[in-house]
């Protein structure tokens, strides 16, 4: 029993992770209607500008999170404007192969500044934490959850209270009726792209302190990113929240917890379950019916 | 007139040498050398995808012999001295892409042989290439017993086999006081690290120790502390992982978290390197490997450099403090393996390299280099390492350990 619950606690504690990575993902999908490859690309971007400023300047990677989220909301700006904009309106297969390309240029370009050396921010705080009748709960993948939460509340809150997340909404709803009232279209899609980005950072950050980066790591980080918003269903923050705890809960419990199958079938029942709520609810856990 | 002239000096100058060459054999007996043909040698080799680390260090390890030989001129076959162009392709870390790739650097490139990519998987499905195309291939970085039960003639590993990659520490564990009991082990899907997995579990009960938990997980996985969780449930007295530095890294963060308070922990791929004493800190203390090679291993090199030598020249080539660690050594040595054999058949042509390469028995910095008859190195014995105070010290066998496992780990909380 002990062992279940700390597995469950490790499940919605890696499942926050999954909720920071999968929030920009699912903006930039929703609204820009762009599967964007290069996010995990974005998200190692921001782990490694976490990491110069814990290494370079002893800055906790905790306090370096809203500079990251600044410079990645900077970069994602100037590449929607400079490139991802010019495919907008294009075919998805031509996004997607930019959006590629875009994932190639990042990872090859931190590779000649980081090359393929691996870095981690180790603060002196890492691996403590509390426990619980023997349930442990590290402190750094609990700030992790309340960051990805915080993250998940701040662009919800952005999207439904603000003037300028009625107008991203008004864009992904209708384009042209959108462009019609007076919304620059331009800077509606670099304004989701760059917000998109800074969760992006964020999520990057709180990844640097839990696991070793490299330059490629982050490709595995745009698929579960992709699992997740097909699993907690398109459009709505709540849903990507959902989605990216019940991933990480059945990732968890999946490698674990079903006697005889080793984690080598934690993927398999991860997909099995996309795939059974692809049938049963093909609008995703929580998403809206189209 | 200006090409012309040129030509007609390069004639006259290459008769003075084929000349002055004949005139030196004949006179002095000594074998003076000519300069043949550049010698072209293909290497897939995983410069980028998740390996691209261990691939990196491969990599140095080629270079810092390309550098030595073609400063000797070149390899020297029956007195002519071969210069070598070393040509690289990323396989991504890819198995099959490293099979297509090593197809095109023997096609397109004419590489007249190969060197082993990184990693056990890649070099499995090159084999197959090298095999097909009768292309010897020697590698350093593919422990695998998989690749070599194949039957295959061209492909020869310098390195012990995975089999061995843990039970150094296994047998340093038996004498360790107090004795620890109980071992988990977590391997990654791959066929190497399940090679080393299966022979820990075979062997542990050997040695009296009991394996409480044993399973598997993807390979490159980050998310690992459900494992970890499940290995602390059992209370084990030995952690031990075979998976790659990634996975090490992952683990350790989470026994660390999970306060999974192990007696002895041991990864086979990872602490080697320095990225691991970078990545964790302190906390990377009191963390054991096996090791194909340490700077610590004494052999007698019957050529090429000393183990002393090697690590001065490793730091002064690469502008480094850190010591080489194996994947570099185990690479060079894979070099070093194909260049005797080149001499010693004193021919290029691939049937008489591979029959020397069979034959072969040298030593090295790296140790005996020689192959049973399935083309693996199991001549050359494991060593183990610790991480102490953010150093690596070999610490077993007594006989080349410069320093004693620091045993046991303290607790979490009390370091």
């Known amino acids: 029993m002990q062992l279940?619950?700390?597995?469950?606690?490790?499940?919605?504690?890696?499942?926050?992770?999954?909720?920071?990575?999968?929030?920009?993902?699912?903006?930039?999908?929703?609204?820009?209607?762009?599967?964007?490859?290069?996010?995990?690309?974005?998200?190692?971007?921001?782990?490694?500008?976490?990491?110069?400023?814990?290494?370079?300047?002893?800055?906790?990677?905790?306090?370096?999170?809203?500079?990251?989220?600044?410079?990645?909301?900077a970069f994602g700006y100037a590449l929607q404007r400079a490139l991802i904009n010019r495919v907008i309106r294009a075919p998805l297969f031509f996004t997607l192969l930019l959006t590629f390309g875009v994932n190639l240029m990042i990872v090859n370009a931190l590779l000649v500044v980081f090359k393929s050396d691996f870095r981690s921010v180790t603060p002196s705080y890492s691996g403590s934490g509390f426990g619980v009748a023997g349930v442990q709960v590290p402190y750094i993948r609990l700030a992790a959850l309340g960051v990805a939460v915080a993250v998940a509340a701040g662009v919800g809150g952005l999207l439904n209270r603000t003037r300028t997340g009625a107008a991203i909404q008004a864009v992904g709803a209708d384009r042209e009726a959108a462009r019609l009232v007076g919304i620059d279209l331009r800077h509606v899609y670099a304004l989701t792209f760059a917000v998109a980005a800074a969760?992006?950072?964020?999520?990057?950050?709180?990844?640097?302190?839990?696991?070793?980066?490299?330059p490629t790591a982050g490709e595995p980080y745009t698929l579960q990113a992709f699992v997740v918003v097909v699993l907690g269903g398109l459009g709505r923050v709540g849903a990507t929240v959902v989605g990216g705890l019940v991933f990480g809960l059945v990732e968890t419990l999946g490698q674990t917890m079903v006697p005889g199958l080793g984690a080598g079938w934690a993927n398999a029942i991860a997909f099995a379950i996309l795939v059974l709520v692809l049938i049963v609810r093909p609008q995703g856990l929580m998403g809206r019916v189209a | 007139m200006m090409g012309g002239t040129t030509r007609f000096t390069g004639v006259v100058s290459l008769a003075a040498v084929l000349v002055l060459a004949c005139g030196g054999a004949a006179g002095g007996g000594t074998a003076a050398t000519t300069t043949g043909e550049d010698l072209v040698i293909g290497a897939p080799m995983s410069l980028t995808g998740s390996q691209s680390k261990e691939g990196a260090l491969a990599r140095q390890g080629y270079d810092m012999w390309l550098q030595w030989i073609n400063q000797q001129g070149g390899i020297n076959v029956k007195g002519v001295k071969h210069r070598v162009q070393l040509k690289y392709e990323d396989d991504t870390s890819k198995?099959?892409?490293?099979?297509?790739?090593?197809?095109?650097?023997?096609?397109?490139?004419?590489?007249?042989?190969?060197?082993g990519p990184y990693g056990s998987a890649t070099t499995a499905s090159d084999a197959v290439v090298a095999e097909k195309n009768s292309i010897p291939m020697v590698e350093g970085n593919g422990a695998a017993q998989a690749i070599f039960n194949q039957g295959y003639k061209y492909v020869f590993g310098v390195l012990s086999p995975a089999n061995v990659y843990?039970?150094?520490?296994?047998?340093?564990?038996?004498?360790?006081?107090?004795?620890?009991?109980?071992v988990a082990m977590?391997?990654?899907?791959?066929?190497?690290?399940?090679?080393?997995?299966?022979?820990?579990?075979?062997?542990?009960?050997?040695?009296?120790?009991?394996?409480?938990?044993?399973?598997?997980?993807?390979?490159?996985?980050?998310?690992?502390?459900?494992?970890?969780?499940?290995?602390?449930?059992?209370?084990?007295?030995?952690?031990?992982?075979s998976g790659h530095l990634q996975e090490a890294i992952a683990i350790h963060k989470a026994a660390k978290d999970l306060k999974l308070d192990a007696k002895l922990s041991a990864y086979s791929v990872g602490p080697s390197t320095p990225d691991f004493i970078v990545a964790l800190g302190k906390d990377a203390n009191y963390v054991f490997d096996g090791s194909q090679w340490t700077p610590q291993v004494k052999s007698t090199a019957s050529f090429y450099l000393s183990s002393q030598d090697y690590v001065a020249a490793y730091k002064k080539q690469f502008n480094t403090q850190d010591d080489p660690d194996y994947h570099v050594a185990e690479s060079t040595a894979a070099c070093l393996a194909l260049q005797?054999?080149?001499?010693?058949?004193?021919?290029?042509?691939?049937?008489?390299?591979?029959?020397?390469?069979?034959?072969?028995?040298?030593?090295?910095?790296f140790g005996q280099i020689r192959f049973d008859s399935r083309g693996i190195n199991t001549f050359k014995p494991m060593v183990v390492e610790q991480i102490q105070d953010g150093k690596h010290h070999t610490v077993w066998p007594a006989n080349v350990a410069d320093a004693t496992p620091q045993y046991p780990t303290p607790s979490w909380s009390g370091r």
């Open chain 1, 4 to 73: 279940f619950v700390q597995q469950v606690v490790l499940g919605l504690l890696i499942g926050g992770v999954y909720v920071a990575v999968a929030i920009g993902f699912s903006l930039v999908w929703g609204i820009l209607n762009i599967v964007n490859l290069a996010h995990g690309a974005l998200v190692i971007v921001g782990a490694y500008l976490t990491w110069l400023l814990f290494a370079r300047a002893r800055i906790d990677p905790f306090a370096a999170l809203p500079i990251v989220a600044v410079a990645l909301f």
């Open chain 1, 199 to 214: 969760c992006a950072g964020v999520a990057g950050g709180l990844i640097s302190t839990i696991q070793a980066i490299t």
């Open chain 2, 95 to 115: 198995a099959d892409i490293s099979a297509q790739l090593a197809q095109k650097l023997i096609t397109e490139e004419k590489a007249q042989f190969l060197l």
């Open chain 2, 166 to 182: 843990l039970s150094g520490v296994l047998d340093m564990a038996a004498t360790l006081r107090p004795k620890p009991a109980t």
């Open chain 2, 186 to 241: 977590l391997a990654a899907d791959d066929n190497f690290s399940q090679e080393v997995a299966k022979a820990v579990v075979d062997y542990a009960p050997s040695k009296g120790f009991q394996v409480v938990y044993s399973d598997k997980y993807p390979n490159g996985s980050t998310n690992l502390s459900g494992l970890v969780a499940n290995a602390k449930a059992r209370n084990p007295d030995i952690v031990l992982n």
């Open chain 2, 340 to 365: 005797k054999a080149i001499e010693n058949a004193g021919s290029l042509k691939p049937d008489k390299v591979r029959d020397a390469l069979a034959a072969l028995n040298v030593s090295t910095f």
